[in-house]
């Protein structure tokens, strides 16, 4: 199976599904993670383009980790936007390019509008990727991908449809999470988190929920041609 995970920012995917990715990658599945913007925003010590370039060279480093495949959109941070054509080909070609079985990405209605533009993005591109007729220089995917939201930042306002057991790569998602060295100095700083603790608290809870050390949580997009017999998450 070919897995297609779209975060918003560099170290989304890791903090919000990254066991979940582990396990699909250690089970034999080409995973490829995705980050919509560079994080070039998220500092106060470096200039945009040098965050950029230490945060992307960051979720290489944790997509490695992962055993997955590394992709970015090259869009700006606070700069997404569903609406706006030319971001809709970018991820229209992404979709084309990695030709999903599964797609995870955000929630919806998380707390940013970076987490909910590509979101839209993704819901309405897998389904344009899919039509000859909408031309770009990559040949049309042939499904209506199934697609699986990911948890809210901290579990807010989210309520998961489905258990991912991460229990046995819980060091696996702490290792990639860390590996985002820029971003949780960042976190700490302006938002007085530790981001790390924040996930492990998060999914404890998660796991206490469905009767097991650690999980993930998901909600799958319930619309026509996405639904499937079979369950796709492990």
């Known amino acids: ?99 999903p079985d599964l797609i995870i990405t955000h929630s919806p209605n998380d707390y940013m509008s970076d987490h909910n533009e590509i979101s839209k993005l993704v819901f309405d591109c897998s389904f344009h990727a899919t039509l000859p007729l909408f031309a770009t220089s990559k ?20 309520a998961p449809t489905e258990f991912v057991d991460i229990s046995r790569v819980i060091e696996i998602k702490v290792a990639m999470l860390q590996a985002h060295a820029s971003q949780l100095s960042w976190l700490r700083d302006h938002d007085g988190v530790d981001i790390v603790q924040q996930m492990r608290t998060a999914n404890a809870f998660r796991g206490q929920q469905c009767g097991v050390d650690y999980a993930e949580g998901f ?8 639904c499937r017999t079979r369950r796709l998450l492990p």
């Open 139 to 158: 040949p049309h995917h042939n499904q209506v991908t199934p697609i699986y939201y990911m948890e809210t930042a901290s579990g807010l306002g989210f």
């Open 1 to 99: 199976m070919r897995v297609l995970a779209v975060g918003a920012h560099p170290d989304d995917l890791e903090l919000l599904c990254g066991g979940t990715l582990a396990r699909l990658a250690r089970e034999g599945h080409e995973v490829v993670m995705c980050h919509a913007t560079t994080g070039n925003k998220g500092s106060y010590v470096h200039t945009s383009e040098e965050i950029s370039r230490i945060r992307t060279a960051e979720a290489e480093q944790a997509a490695t980790i992962c055993g997955a495949e590394h992709r970015t959109l090259e869009l700006s941070d606070g700069e997404v936007l569903a609406a706006d054509v030319g971001q809709r080909r970018l991820v229209v070609d992404l979709v084309r390019e990695t030709r």
């Open 219 to 226: 909600v799958s997009s319930l619309t026509w041609l996405r």
